[in-house]
């Protein structure tokens, strides 16, 4: 499966002149909203992920709101498990709605699309805080740029992008002239 092909078809993966919400600059930006907003796209790629934990015996995924939620339900639907996410409320990752996660749960952790890592860090904490165990973390893209970004934890993706990005002052798109925009999203 060509999934950086698809993220193109659907307008998925912009290409121009843009500037992140950590500053730095870049010719390509990820709206992986763009994508997950065809449902039979966002379930084949997610049924195609759901194959590495079809022998783990997932009991629950979850995945932290709100870019992680379409791709936490359709890893459900594939697995035949549930599906939860977690909120940010005045700055802090929780689980909310009387979501439960069982002692000794089996977990899988998910993300659209992994950068830092550090919304999927939070969720691992909350997994870790309830008694159950993390079973790994899939994405569909990881473009994290490092070998195991969980440590311990397994990374899975579908598809790992390379995505160059630079400082203002180093930027050759700012060099050529080329308008900027900041796009809205927290994957930026
Ligand atoms: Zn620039």
Redesign the pocket.
């Known amino acids: 499966m060509d999934v950086l092909k698809l993220f193109k078809e659907t307008g998925a993966l912009l290409e121009g002149?843009f500037v992140l919400s950590s500053g730095l600059?870049s010719g390509e930006y990820l709206q992986c909203a763009l994508l997950l907003q065809h449902p039979e796209h966002a379930e084949r790629l997610c049924r195609e992920l759901a194959k590495k934990f079809l022998n783990k015996k997932i009991d629950i995924v979850i995945a932290p709101a709100l870019g992680g939620v379409l791709v936490s339900y359709e890893l459900a639907r594939a697995l035949g498990v549930r599906s939860l996410f977690t909120e940010r409320k005045d700055g802090k990752m929780q689980l909310r709605r009387n979501f439960k996660i069982e002692k000794g749960a089996n977990v899988l952790v998910c993300e659209d699309v992994v950068t830092t890592g550090s919304s999927t860090r939070e969720v691992i904490d909350i997994v870790k805080a309830n008694g159950a165990n993390v079973a790994g973390v899939a994405c569909i893209i990881d473009r994290s740029g490092k070998e195991n970004l969980f440590k311990d934890i397994m990374l899975y993706s579908l598809a790992k992008a390379d995505i160059k990005t630079?400082t203002?002052k180093q930027?050759p798109?700012?060099k050529s002239g080329l308008s900027?925009t900041k796009p809205g999203s927290k994957q930026a």
Request: net charge negative.
């Open positions: 002149h600059h630079y203002d930027c798109l700012c900027i």
